[in-house]
């Protein structure tokens, strides 16, 4: 008897394990407005000429290296090369990224834009970003004024 409650139970576990269970777990979600059919940007491309596309609707793909872990208004998506990434930032409470987003790939449409800001700027930025994170943050570490990147996300999938 036991032997054959064995097996049904084998039998039972082994069905509720469906292909469609395994699909909807790599299943894209969307955030925001829905993507364009415009031509995908690297990041490596963004980056080597933020003149170019300064001001520009561009759409992105890449690996989601970090998600904003308060409020999951931005994510920082990697270029080719370990030390190239761009932030992706949306309106608060429009679009919520969830932090098990981290490692997963996106695709995503906006404006992008490059901005100049002062070591005061910096330091209240980076302040700002190692509080979300919940990390010390030395002022000293940062040597000057800065140029950040960045895009206004509209819309994205993340698979």
């Known amino acids: ?11 039972l576990i082994g069905t509720s394990y469906t292909p469609t269970a395994f699909a909807d777990h790599h299943k894209a979600h969307s955030y925001g407005a829905a993507l364009s059919k415009m031509k995908t940007v690297t990041v490596s491309e963004l980056l080597a000429n933020p003149k170019k596309y300064n001001g520009q609707k561009v759409k992105i793909k890449g690996e989601i290296l970090d998600v904003c872990p308060m409020a999951g208004c931005w994510v920082d998506v990697g270029g080719k090369s370990g030390d190239q990434q761009i932030k992706f930032k949306v309106t608060d409470g429009e679009i919520v990224f969830p932090v098990n987003a981290k490692g997963k790939h996106l695709v995503g449409e906006g404006i992008f834009s490059m901005k100049d800001l002062t070591k005061e700027e910096t330091i209240k930025r980076e302040q700002h970003f190692a509080e979300e994170k919940g990390r010390k943050f030395d002022p000293s570490t940062v040597k000057g ?15």
């Not at 008897?1 to 039998?11: A, E, N, P, T």
């Open 145 to 159: 004024p800065t140029t950040v990147f960045m895009i206004k996300g509209t819309g994205a999938t993340v698979q």
């Open 1 to 11: 008897m036991f032997i054959r409650s064995f097996f049904i139970g084998l039998l």
